[in-house]
């Protein structure tokens, strides 16, 4: 299994980016996947997730301005960044395979997964 993620970049407040992460040696329509950051000093928190029943799950501080999405016939995944702020600053993993799921808010959703992919930099500037 490879995840390898593009996309990122260094954009101004209120600008856009599309990330993708190309997996290889699996379906990814077969496995639960998620888009992942760690900011320098910060863990590492989950910013959108494929819940179980097919919807996205996302951290508060995303709801409303990010999109995950896959395209099954490309073998990849895809998040949306809209109205990007500079508290988005980080770099930004996909992840698939799931290892633990959860259930809050009425979601059923993974929260760890077994593989990662080496990440690409998003940077907001004010």
């Known amino acids: 299994v490879q995840l390898k993620e593009s996309g990122g970049g260094s954009v101004q407040t209120g600008g856009s980016l599309r990330l993708s992460c190309v997996a290889s040696?699996?379906?990814?329509?077969?496995?639960?996947m998620g888009w992942f950051r760690q900011a320098p000093g910060k863990e590492r928190e989950g910013v959108a997730t494929e819940a179980d029943d097919g919807s996205g799950r996302y951290a508060d501080s995303v709801k409303g301005r990010f999109t995950i999405s896959k395209d099954n016939a490309k073998n990849t995944l895809y998040l949306q960044m809209n109205d990007l702020k500079p508290d988005d600053t980080a770099m930004y993993y996909c992840?698939?395979?799931?290892?633990?799921?959860?259930?809050?808010?009425?979601?059923?959703?993974?929260?760890?997964?077994?593989?990662w992919g080496q990440g690409t930099q998003v940077t907001v500037s004010s």
């Open positions: 992840a698939t395979h799931c290892r633990y799921r959860k259930y809050d808010g009425g979601m059923r959703f993974c929260s760890d997964f077994r593989y």
């Open positions: 040696g699996y379906t990814v329509s077969r496995y639960s």
